[in-house]
Every structure is written in structure tokens, then in C-alpha cells.
């Protein structure tokens, strides 16, 4: 008797959430506090790291499946364009887009796990440096007069096609 | 009460899994191990709910199919904490529910490094039943597993486990090794174990188009588990061992799909355990508590 109205109790709590989850509606986004503390960490790349060139750089598919992965893994803490999000910082801001391809490696590969980044090194080395082409042409793309973050190209299950270096 | 008399324990784990289907989720990167643990923990605020069945043979006795639920959430980048329940059939015999178990990971380092440990407790409440053979301890053998469901669920375990859980990637290739330490807290002497794994993308570079066949989508491997005795009797005498190819394909549409044909290598192993699991990952489960619970952030 007592562990099926445990069993009924948990399951139904699990339902519950699910139900929720499924008729949520998109919550408003809003600067991430912590930031600046999260940028700090692309600094502690050390010189070996930060100077590795990106050996997928010259590759015209590297920012297309980049923007799939981003999409996949990064997207609903960072925003589908990089714009920030409830947990995840900016990838807009100077502080990314002006450091080293090797840096930006250097940080998926190893998170900022006290910070609430996990590591990414699970993906294998090549679709790191696809992810790091991604980030870096968000860059380019929010750079041009016409674009804001909110116009940026972002992956669509329809239309995977997206701005190249 | 009502419920779970008219569907049951499996009727409601169709139906959790129906309603999480509807869920907003996110694509996984899940290695194909079913038993082995790597050192990847779940992002935090997600929330993984995995489906997981075991069918195994027995040599003198009843066929089985045991099955459990996982519900994982990443507390922190560093802590995942998980609850299982979990039941098996025994054909010719009957259906019974088995126990729960509740499990921890930590992380210990900060940074990614060439073996990276993580630390594994476990609390299980489980009966003799319980025949998912989540994992390979001390002189657990196939003839364990003769007593009919009624006699056997009459057994209460209530058992500690811990882990360290030594894992690395290298040019895509994940290897990892756990080394097990389980106590029955009745009284009885520490017990060993142990899981290998290895596993590796069929492709290390994603594809420009979205798809469900991509090589990068699979990931095979191998894993290998079993006994250690106990801390009166170390080693391999009278223990059981399994050895298994595995392979999971992680799809666009955001589940994950593991397969697992393991053989056992000895005679005190069950010949054939075939395995199989489903998985999907939600995101933001921790804003959706919050929500629930008045918090309009």
C-alpha cells in the first residue's frame, strides 16, 4: 500500500511538470547577472589554447552545421542568436567575439562548471571548432548596420541555411 | 490509489512517457552505455526521463523482462542527482514491482583533464526481485535469479553504493572505467564490482543539414561489467561477467535511442541480456518548479 501511493505520488508529480512543460509559453529573457563573471573565465585561456588556429575556418560547411549544433546544444541557454538567456551570457558581446577561435574551444571544451556551464568535450574536437565558426559569425552578422541580434539568420529545422564566412 | 490499480506500474510508465513526449526537450549527446557511467553529467536545470528494458534468459528457469524509469536532473554543472523505479515480469510467473533508488554524481574537477573522476553514491530500497542487473557487484550469479517472484519479493535489500567513475575523451573516443563498492546494510560484508566502457561517434564532424541518419548521430561502443566477490573472498571466483556491444542514436526530433546485446562469460552469467532504452531530455525543469510554485522569473 505505502510504496504504490509512493510510486502513484512520484509518477505524478512527473506528469504534472510534463503537462506544464508542454503548455508553457516562452518566458521573456532577460540579461544574465552573471556575465561578467563567465567572460572572466575566457581570460583564463591559457596562451597554449588561445593560440590554436581553427582548422575547420576555411571550411564553407563549418558555420551551417555550427549553427545546427548551436541550435541542439547551446541555444536554450544562450538564445537561438547568441542574444543571451535566463542562464547563459551573451555571445554577442565583445568579450566573445574578440577573443581567440582557440579561446572560445578552450571554454566549450572545458566549461565553467562553477558557473553552470558544462563541459562540451563530449562533442568530438570537430564540431567544437564548427560551434566556435558558428559563434564567431554571429559576430560578423550582428556587426553589419542592418542586423540586429533579433534579424540575425538563426537554424530552422526547414531552413538550414545560414550566413558563411 | 485508483489509478494505479486499473493501469498499473507499467500502464503509468507508458503513460509518463506519452506526456513527456508532448514536453519541450533538447537534443542530447548521450553515449550508447547502459550500465558504465562516463564522467558527462546532465546540464543543470535539465531534466532526463529514460525508459530502460532488459530481457534476459535463464538457463534452469523462467525468461524475464525487467524494466525501469530514470528520471535524472541536473541539480548544478557539477551535481546530478537521479531517481529510478523499477519492475520486472518473469514469464510463467508474474509482474512485480521491485524497488527505487535514488543516485548522485559529483564532479571533482573543475576542468576538463585526461581521465576525469566522478564520485557515485546510491541509496537503493529494492526486493529480491529486482532483476535489472543495473550493475555487476560481489558474487551475483544467474541462480540467483530461480525463486519465484512471490518467494523472492519477500526480501527486503536496503543497500549503499558508491562509485568512482574514471573517464576521458580523446579524439572522439570515450573510455571509462567504474569501480564499485555496494553494502548491504543487514549485515552483510562490502561487495566489488566493476564496468568498462568505450564507445566513439561514427562521425566526428556534424553535417551542414539537419538529419536523422547522419553518421554523427550514432555512437557505438562496447561495455563490459560484472563481479569482484567481497571484501571476505576478492576476485573473480564465483562471479559474474558480461560483455556487450552497444551503440545509441540520438535523433533530431530529440530522443535518444540506446540498443545493448550483452553476452554473458562465464557459466554463472545468464547467457543473453538484450536491453534497450529510450530517452528524452527537458530543458528548464527548474524554472518550470519555480514557475509552479509562484516564481514568475
Not at chain 1, 99 to 124: D, E
Not at chain 2, 202 to 216: I, M, T
Not at chain 2, 236 to 260: G, K, Q
Request: charged share 20%; with cysteine.
Amino acid at each position: 500500500m505505502k510504496t504504490s501511493i509512493a510510486v502513484e505520488s512520484v509518477m505524478g508529480v512527473f506528469l504534472g511538470v510534463s503537462l506544464v512543460s508542454a503548455t508553457q509559453v516562452k518566458e521573456p529573457r532577460y540579461k544574465y547577472k552573471k556575465d561578467a563573471l563567465v567572460y572572466a573565465e575566457i581570460a583564463k585561456a591559457p596562451d597554449k589554447a588561445r593560440a590554436r588556429r581553427n582548422p575547420l575556418e576555411k571550411d564553407p560547411d563549418a558555420v551551417a552545421a555550427g549553427a545546427n549544433l548551436f541550435a541542439q546544444h547551446c541555444s536554450a541557454c544562450h538564445g537561438v542568436a547568441g542574444e543571451g538567456g535566463r542562464k547563459g551570457p551573451r555571445l554577442l558581446a565583445p568579450e566573445v567575439q574578440k577573443s581567440a577561435p582557440g579561446a572560445i574551444f578552450w571554454i566549450l571544451t572545458n566549461g565553467v562548471v562553477r558557473r553552470g556551464m558544462p563541459v562540451w568535450s563530449k562533442l568530438p574536437e570537430p564540431q567544437r571548432w564548427q560551434l566556435v565558426s558558428y559563434i564567431k559569425s554571429l559576430g560578423a552578422a550582428a556587426a553589419k548596420p542592418d542586423n540586429t541580434p533579433s534579424t540575425i539568420p538563426t537554424p530552422s529545422p526547414t531552413a538550414p541555411s545560414l550566413p558563411r564566412h | 490509489m485508483v489509478l494505479y490499480r486499473q493501469v498499473g506500474f507499467p500502464g503509468i510508465i507508458l503513460f509518463s512517457l506519452i506526456s513527456f513526449w508532448l514536453s519541450s526537450s533538447a537534443r542530447a549527446q548521450e553515449n550508447p552505455y547502459i550500465i558504465a557511467y562516463d564522467h558527462y553529467l546532465e546540464e543543470p536545470g535539465n531534466v532526463e526521463i529514460e525508459y530502460f528494458s532488459t530481457f534476459g534468459t535463464q538457463k534452469a528457469g523462467n525468461d524475464f523482462h525487467a524494466f525501469w524509469m530514470e528520471f535524472e536532473y541536473g541539480a548544478t554543472a557539477w551535481w546530478t542527482t537521479e531517481f529510478y523505479l523499477d519492475g520486472q515480469t518473469t514469464f510463467k510467473d508474474s509482474t512485480v514491482f521491485t524497488g527505487f533508488r535514488w543516485e548522485n554524481r559529483f564532479r571533482v574537477l573543475k576542468r576538463e583533464h585526461f581521465l576525469n573522476p566522478v564520485l557515485y553514491f546510491e541509496y537503493e530500497h529494492k526486493s529480491g526481485a529486482d532483476k535489472i542487473l543495473k550493475e555487476g557487484e560481489g558474487r551475483d550469479v544467474e541462480a540467483d535469479f530461480l525463486a519465484r517472484n512471490a518467494q523472492a519479493r519477500k526480501e527486503h535489500i536496503n543497500e549503499v553504493e558508491l562509485k568512482l567513475i574514471l573517464s576521458g575523451t580523446h579524439k572522439g573516443w570515450n573510455f571509462t572505467e567504474n569501480t564499485l563498492a555496494a553494502k548491504n546494510l543487514a549485515n552483510s560484508p562490502w561487495e566489488f564490482g566493476y564496468a568498462l566502457g568505450a564507445s566513439r561517434p561514427l562521425a566526428l564532424r556534424a553535417s551542414a543539414k539537419r538529419c536523422s541518419f547522419c553518421r554523427q548521430n550514432f555512437i557505438a561502443g562496447v561495455e563490459m561489467y560484472g563481479g569482484l566477490g567481497n571484501r571476505r573472498s576478492f576476485g573473480l571466483h564465483e562471479t559474474s561477467h558480461y560483455m556487450a556491444p552497444v551503440v545509441a542514436w540520438n535523433l533530431p526530433s530529440e530522443w535518444t535511442l540506446r540498443l545493448s546485446a550483452g553476452f554473458g562469460l562465464n557459466d554463472n552469467s545468464h547467457r543473453f541480456l538484450l536491453r534497450w532504452g529510450l530517452s528524452r531530455e527537458i530543458t528548464g525543469f527548474g524554472s518550470i518548479i519555480r514557475r509552479l510554485f509562484g516564481d514568475p522569473k
